[in-house]
């Protein structure tokens, strides 16, 4: 069917939009230059799906651009979106936890005193092997007396507030990675499993410290909100850069679990990921998102692992006892 002057100014917009976001996902190359058009994906891609939704509706032809898009990003969608997998799981593995526990609602963001113990309880529940908690508190943690393995650090000298790994098998070449000039850290350690060592590593990064009193609506306001989302990302390629030269010292298979900060469609995200696999990509369900920005829902919580595991099981845990939701992946070794 033709199209009349209006449906030919929003076909417009919904290439332009479509193409913006092929650009952004890295579909064609990498296209890292505007990390803030990148934070944004998911908003775009839910532009042009209502886009869609309202072409399928108007039964005009410009819906093609939408399933012509799919079919050359197909991959890059995979990072934002995955369609249930009905396989039945095996029981067997190495099960491994992340969560951002916001200091077990130490300022109580939440309306609730029992924060702590029902974390400690959805822990017990889902019973993983390891565990890494971000944002964790040493004051408000409860006891996890599930795990007798604990390797606990503050991200600051002489602080009460960092990371933790609980583990059911004992720690062993444990460490840590400091940031320069931040709140932030990572730690890391080795355990045996199967006569073989594997290394998890805790890995949180900068905050993009984005809050509802942001806003593009002003050219000032939006100048200074940009260049602040373009100095963290920055700053989290820097501790990406020290993320790397202790990891390259490393001959153990790895399991990363982490608190990115960030999206699929940024570049460290593309740098931790490297060679390894998104547990989300290969197993997750939906839009597997953690956290929401200004009401947005965001993945920006992952378990990356070597590619000597094989992924059976992911799940994003639907619970609400912190800004993020909990994420599980169930790995066999190979």
Known sequence: MKLNF????????????????????????????????????PVIALINVIFFVFWIIKFKWPFLLFI??????????????????NAIPISSGIKVMSFNVRLFNSFEW??????????????????????????????????FKNYPHQYIASSKKNGQNGLCILSKYPLLNRGGLDFEDSNNSALYADFFYKKDSIRIYNVHLESLRINLKDTLFTQEHSQKFIERIQSVVEKQELQIDRFDKVEQKNNYPTIICTDLNNNAFCRVYKRLKDNRLDAFILSGNGLGATYKLAYFPFRIDFIFTDQKFKVINFKTHDIKLSDHKPISALLEWK
């Open 68 to 85: 012509f898009s799919v079919l050359i990003g197909f991959k890059e969608w995979g990072k934002l979106y995955k369609f249930p997998n």
């Open 6 to 41: 209006l449906s030919k100014i929003l076909m417009l917009i919904n290439l332009v939009l479509l193409t913006l976001q092929l650009f952004l996902m890295d579909a064609f190359w990498d296209f890292y230059h505007y990390p803030f058009l990148n934070l944004m994906v």
């Open 110 to 143: 939440i309306d609730s005193k029992s924060v702590p113990q029902s974390i400690e309880s959805c822990v017990n529940k889902e019973s993983p092997d390891l565990v890494c908690l971000q944002e964790y508190s040493k004051e408000f943690s409860p006891k």
